[in-house]
């Protein structure tokens, strides 16, 4: 803890002083590069000492007592995050105008390139004293930290954000007429009704909803978000290895969740319905490399024609499809979809007649190819389709979604899958 002021920097310091009344930690800020491991407030008195000088009396100038507010500050923090588990945390101040601007003239006037600002020092003086008064360990994270505070000076407001906890898997659907998410009633949008019994839903129960029960339960959280990659219709079933998800728990209470028994939680209440698999935790960027992520898809679709189709026409009409498939946004989806057309690759197709009138199709297709359409034509806004290639209406009665080819995540004790890796 020694701290050494050469004779320019206590030239500096003594020009402070004389500015007017100011604390020790404004008067250590400008010196908050020299020496280590102390405090501003430390170099503050250090230079009063070096200098024989007190300087004038009364509340700083620069920052109107605002140190003093820290212990306060800290308290109110500590008491906000009671009962709530994190390791790391943020402090955020947002200075009055006046405080600003004072700051602004305080380092014109006294200029320095080893000084701390007001903001960085008061932020990290009552991060200190909301350590000191938690009673268990705590960092500061910078990066993605589980809770931080903004102090607004203005309103003396303290505002705090839990971060979102993000639950990696892969559900698979195996009931139908059950969405991805919660829909809200179309008739009160979601505020309840009698059309909807007031439950506010559109539909009694979603994916979400079964997956997120049990871990909002652990979590002590109110809200929780599925993002799937891509999402099967509402009557089409999830099956094989399932479709990858992130669950987003909103400002959970708890973060350290036993995902194991939380899968078989999961699975035990939506038997027949919903099934999860590989749960981990993941950080907010899987979102995006989700919703990003164009998996491969294979489908089983059941298929009915207007007229008979024998076994060799079905089969030559569906390799002629493979390749390129131009899709205009389907009439079903054009409410809620932008209207343009796609391009989408039919991977592999094949096809088995079970009766001269129906038939059972394995389809695979790039993300986002629609199959639906891809079999009824969507009077003509897929093209080519299976219906015109047969020169017979054709439509899809019954899908399945069989597999979820790609995935970007770590999935079966922390090993990357790579080989379904997309470029
Ligand atoms: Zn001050
Ligand atoms: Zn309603």
């Not at 339960?217 to 929780?224: I, L, Q, V």
């Not at 197709?349 to 001269?356: D, H, M, Q, Y």
Request: charged fraction near 30%; aromatic fraction near 6%; charge should be positive.
């Amino acid at each position: 803890m020694s701290l050494r002021f050469d004779a320019a920097q206590l030239e500096r310091a003594r020009e402070i002083l004389t500015a007017g009344p100011i604390c020790d930690e404004c008067l250590g800020r400008p010196f908050a590069r020299v020496g280590r491991g102390l405090a501003n407030a430390e170099r503050g008195q250090a230079l009063r000492a070096g200098l024989s000088e007190r300087g004038k009396a009364g509340v700083c100038w620069v920052c109107g007592g605002l140190f003093d507010r820290a212990g306060a500050c800290a308290e109110r923090a500590a008491r906000e995050v009671a009962g709530i588990e994190f390791d790391t945390y943020l402090f955020g101040v947002q200075l009055t105008p006046r405080l600003e601007e004072m700051e602004a003239f305080f380092d014109e006037r006294f200029p320095s390139d080893e000084g701390e600002s007001l903001k960085h020092a008061f932020n990290r003086v009552v991060g200190k004293a909301f350590e000191a008064r938690l009673g268990r360990p705590a960092t500061v994270g910078f990066a993605s930290p589980d809770v931080s505070f903004v102090i607004d000076l203005a309103s003396d407001a303290l505002r705090l954000h839990v971060a979102s906890l993000y639950v990696y898997g892969r559900y698979r659907k195996l009931a139908r007429g059950m969405p991805q998410t919660k829909w809200p009633c179309r008739r009160c949008r979601g505020r309840g009704c009698p059309s909807c019994g007031f439950t506010g839903k559109q539909y009694p129960e979603s994916v979400e909803e079964w997956i997120a029960a049990p871990l909002l339960e652990a979590a002590g959280a109110e809200t929780a978000r599925l993002h799937g990659a891509g999402r099967e219709d509402i009557d089409a079933r999830m099956l094989g290895g399932g479709r990858p998800f992130v669950l987003e728990v909103l400002a959970p209470r708890r973060r350290t969740l036993d995902l194991a028994a939380l899968r078989e939680d999961v699975n035990d209440r939506a038997v027949g319905k919903v099934e999860v698999s590989s749960l981990s935790f993941v950080d907010r960027r899987a979102v995006a490399t989700l919703k990003e992520s164009r998996a491969a898809k294979r489908y089983r679709a059941i298929v009915e024609f207007e007229e008979a189709v024998s076994p060799k026409r079905l089969n030559e009409a569906l390799s002629s499809l493979l390749g390129e498939i131009a899709q205009r946004t389907p009439r079903r989806v054009a409410h809620r979809r932008a209207d343009r057309v796609r391009l989408r690759r039919l991977l592999s197709a094949s096809g088995k007649v079970e009766s001269p009138r129906r038939a059972v199709l394995d389809l695979e297709g790039e993300g986002g190819l629609y199959i639906k359409e891809l079999v009824s034509g969507d009077e003509g806004r897929t093209s080519p389709n299976l219906s015109d290639r047969l020169g017979v209406g054709a439509a899809v009665t019954e899908l399945d979604v069989l597999e979820v080819r790609s995935c970007a995540f770590p999935e079966g004790g922390g090993s990357v899958d790579n080989t379904e890796a997309l470029p």
